[in-house]
């Protein structure tokens, strides 16, 4: 079965440092990879996924990720912290079948310090 | 903009008292998703309808339904709400290609329902 897990319900990060957020998940074939971001009161919108190819995916509003096998891990990434990036944000693995469902992270809240 | 719409963004109901929520898509993705979120929870799913052919999660309790009378609209009626139903409801679509359900997803703004 796939599952995530987003290490840290809670990250707090100075505006203008990086911004990591982690997550490593479990899957017993190739999977796909997303993150997804959630404003207040919003839906959630999609800030980049993997699928197949390159490693480093770039995504919107500056952030990336980087698929590593090795490690399980699809950690995303930002140089550096805008204040309108505080957020709820969710990693979530399906896999390449097609009944199979997006499975998604418990999800970190991301707080911006002024 | 093709986009997402949920109606209304909050709704109150009463305990017992049946409440629909509704979602429109002018993406024309044949792919449309429900998801419960509790406060502070990743968004469960409850079901998805892949065209007209309804998929219901094995939990998802019986007092909820769902409808899809055309491919831009979808809704999710509950019967007869519980105080623990009380969440945030997310509808999504997607387009089928590789899978119904690995390609990207496209949310709606959510509807908050309140039960008192």
Redesign the interface.
């Known amino acids: 079965a796939q599952s995530v897990t987003q290490l840290g319900?809670h990250v707090s990060v100075s505006e203008g440092a990086l911004v990591l957020l982690r997550c490593n998940y479990s899957s017993s074939v190739p999977p796909?990879l997303?993150w997804?971001v959630q404003y207040p009161?919003?839906?959630?919108?999609?800030l980049l996924?993997y699928?197949t190819g390159a490693t480093l995916v770039k995504g919107i509003n500056g952030f990336e990720a980087e698929f590593k096998k090795s490690e399980t891990s699809f950690h995303l990434t930002k140089p550096s912290a805008h204040m309108s990036d505080a957020a709820e944000y969710?990693c979530a693995v399906?896999?390449?079948?097609?009944?199979?469902?997006?499975i998604?992270?418990?999800?970190t809240?991301l707080h911006i310090l002024p | 903009d093709a986009m997402?719409i949920?109606n209304p963004?909050y709704q109150v109901t009463q305990f017992g008292k049946p409440v629909t929520l509704s979602c429109s898509q002018t993406l024309n993705h044949n792919v449309m998703y429900w998801y419960q979120q509790k406060s502070?929870?990743?968004?469960k799913?409850l079901f998805?309808y892949y065209d007209k052919d309804f998929n219901n999660e094995a939990d998802t309790p019986d007092n909820f339904q769902s409808r899809r009378p055309n491919t831009s609209f979808c809704f999710l009626d509950i019967r007869s709400p519980g105080l623990g139903d009380a969440a945030m409801y997310?509808?999504?679509t997607s387009r089928d290609s590789?899978?119904?359900?690995?390609e990207?997803?496209?949310?709606?703004?959510?509807t908050?329902l309140l039960v008192l």
Do not use: E, W
């Open positions: 319900s796909y997303f997804y009161n919003q839906g959630l919108q999609l996924k699928t969710f399906s896999k390449m079948n097609r009944d199979d469902k997006i998604f992270g418990k999800g809240r | 997402v949920q963004r502070s929870q990743a968004p799913l998805h997310l509808c999504a590789t899978g119904p359900l690995q990207t997803q496209y949310f709606g703004p959510g908050r």
